[in-house]
């Protein structure tokens, strides 16, 4: 039994529509029901001596271990997460025989702790919104009421009284959520662009930044809940789409509890050894969060291609619209027959059906992020685009006029083709084995006369991942390969060890050792694929580190050789 993280939930998350503290435990599962069994018992104990409201203690079995959790006020979280560390050493006490600690001196301690975080004025203006029917957001320095340009915002030490507010004023704009393993950002830059052409001021926030239309306000990860408020409390903002990646979601929640739009693009392996995302099912658990801050009255898009999602969709009660590349997909054939929504792709159109009537909104070729089709991938992005964006308020011709107006250079990362002097740079983002064979089935798609690969590995994957990987990559007809050793990326293994495991699974495959190259520095594998390149040649750029120093290369090339597109 190994303790291993203690947090707070700040929105609605796996265990419930509340905040709370948690404690992660890796334990096997004859341990975890031991523990869970003594947690209860303690938890009861304290809250008792407390003074604390009786409210049940939660516990969620994973893969490997459980969750224990202790709902709580949001102005008794830190004291709370104290809490659940102090039940967690009785709890170890108990069934290892380790030392307790003091129970008079914690809990003199943990009374004081209660009365320095309670903020009576926080809750009065949480339970005032409530009432109101208003947004309210907070954090460790700011509470607001409303969104975006109907907003306003308080030091959280300094906060108005309820009385004393026109609550006619807060009002809250159109809200996106989008999740997913695969196309989180893709989509939500898909989105963000058709909105941003009917004339709104969007705010998103993803992987990559905050921006408000064209202006970034912040560079960085931001796909978390810190990312969804800073959005939702933008001045100008009058629609919002979140990207809500699964480290959030786990560790915090949602930041809202409630949206017009939430998105779920699919469920693919990736993030396996992480604690709670072990396996599909959790990876679904965990995004499936979304699906709650839509359930009263918002839409809920599912990918009708993921079986995982079908299967889930029984569970959730209010509207689901689906997004398909298979036209003749049976269960949506259902659907649409039952006056539901549908996006599809019929041949080389993109079709929404809704109330059985058919309305064709584009064509893969009009589409330049699909590449004329060779990104397949992205003509999914761009029917999930196309749903969320219509649930947002846009009509279907500003959805048309939009995802044919989206270049490649406005979604960096994500299958950019640059053409360098006669050759093609297909540069990628890919992470997990679901994208990269995405991205592989491009390359492939292109027609070329040598195609060189340059990329690496994450040393969170498994060997035979890592081994799978390499023979998909082979596969698509490859005729030198450049592995990048990835340093920052090791995540546990020593040097080298990543690239010995692609070098022989290469080799098992069919390529001559001097058809594979190696070298330390992702630039410096970069610099020798372009090197090698000939007019009519491929290189493919697997771009895990060095993301905005790559596109700003390739850009410097096609600008010093005229005619590059």
Request: a negative charge; one cysteine or more; glycine letters at 8%.
């Amino acid at each position: 039994m190994e303790f291993l993280d203690a947090r707070r939930l700040t929105g609605p998350n796996l265990f419930g529509p509340g905040p709370g503290a948690i404690l992660d435990v890796r334990s096997r599962p004859d341990e975890a029901r031991a523990l869970v069994d003594s947690w209860e018992k303690h938890i009861g104990r304290l809250l008792d001596a407390l003074g604390w409201q009786k409210v049940p203690a939660l516990h969620r079995q994973f893969i490997g271990g459980v969750s224990l959790v202790l709902p709580a006020r949001i102005d008794a979280l830190y004291t709370a997460s104290a809490v659940t560390e102090w039940a967690f050493a009785l709890c170890a006490a108990e069934l290892t025989g380790s030392a307790a600690p003091d129970f008079d001196l914690t809990l003199a301690s943990t009374q004081q702790a209660t009365e320095a975080e309670a903020n009576p004025a926080l809750l009065a203006l949480e339970d005032a919104a409530a009432m109101h029917e208003t947004a309210f957001l907070w954090d460790d320095d700011e509470v607001s009421l409303g969104h975006g340009r109907y907003s306003r915002h308080w030091p959280i030490s300094a906060l108005p009284s309820p009385g004393s507010l026109d609550w006619q004023k807060f009002r809250q704009v159109p809200v996106a959520l989008v999740t997913g393993t695969n196309g989180k950002t893709t989509t939500v830059r898909l989105a963000a662009h058709i909105l941003r052409d009917t004339g709104k001021m969007v705010g998103m926030s993803s992987t990559e930044s905050i921006s408000v239309n064209d202006l970034i306000v912040e560079r960085g990860d931001w796909s978390g809940p810190g990312g969804a408020r800073a959005v939702l409390r933008h001045s100008d903002v009058e629609t919002a789409i979140l990207e809500t990646a699964r480290g959030g979601l786990l560790r915090r929640g949602l930041a809202v509890t409630e949206a017009d739009v939430a998105l779920i693009t699919n469920i693919a392996e990736d993030h396996f050894g992480d604690f709670a995302s072990q396996s599909l099912n959790e990876l679904l658990d965990i995004k499936w969060i979304v699906s709650h801050a839509v359930a009263k009255r918002g839409t809920l898009v599912l990918n009708a291609d993921d079986a995982l999602l079908v299967k889930r969709s029984t569970t959730h009660a209010g509207r689901i619209d689906w997004f398909s590349l298979d036209a003749g997909n049976t269960f949506l054939e259902s659907h649409t027959a039952k006056g539901g929504r549908a996006f599809v792709l019929s041949g080389e159109d993109l079709v929404m059906i809704d109330k059985r009537q058919r309305n064709v909104f584009g064509r893969v070729s009009d589409i330049p992020i699909t590449l004329q089709g060779a990104a397949h991938h992205n003509i999914a992005n761009a029917l999930a685009a196309a749903a969320v964006s219509m649930r947002l308020g846009a009509s279907l011709e500003q959805v048309r006029v939009g995802l044919k107006s989206m270049l490649p250079q406005k979604n960096p990362g994500r299958s950019n083709l640059y053409d360098v002097q006669g050759f093609q740079v297909l540069v990628d983002f890919a992470h997990n084995p679901h994208a990269m064979r995405a991205l592989f089935g491009v390359a492939r798609s292109l027609p070329a006369k040598r195609r060189i690969l340059c990329f690496g590995q994450a040393g969170d994957r498994t060997d035979e991942q890592i081994r799978e990987l390499a023979r998909s990559a082979w596969s698509i007809g490859l005729d030198r390969i450049v592995i990048s050793e990835l340093a920052a990326y090791a995540r546990g293994r020593a040097p080298g060890v990543v690239h010995s495991i692609l070098r022989d699974e290469l080799q098992r495959s069919g390529a001559r050792s001097d058809q594979i190259l190696y070298f330390e520095k992702e630039s410096d594998s970069f610099d020798a694929a372009l090197q090698w390149a000939r007019p009519g040649d491929l290189v493919i750029l697997l771009a895990l580190g060095g993301n905005a120093q790559v596109h700003a290369k390739l850009d410097a090339l096609c600008r010093e050789r005229p005619g590059a597109a």
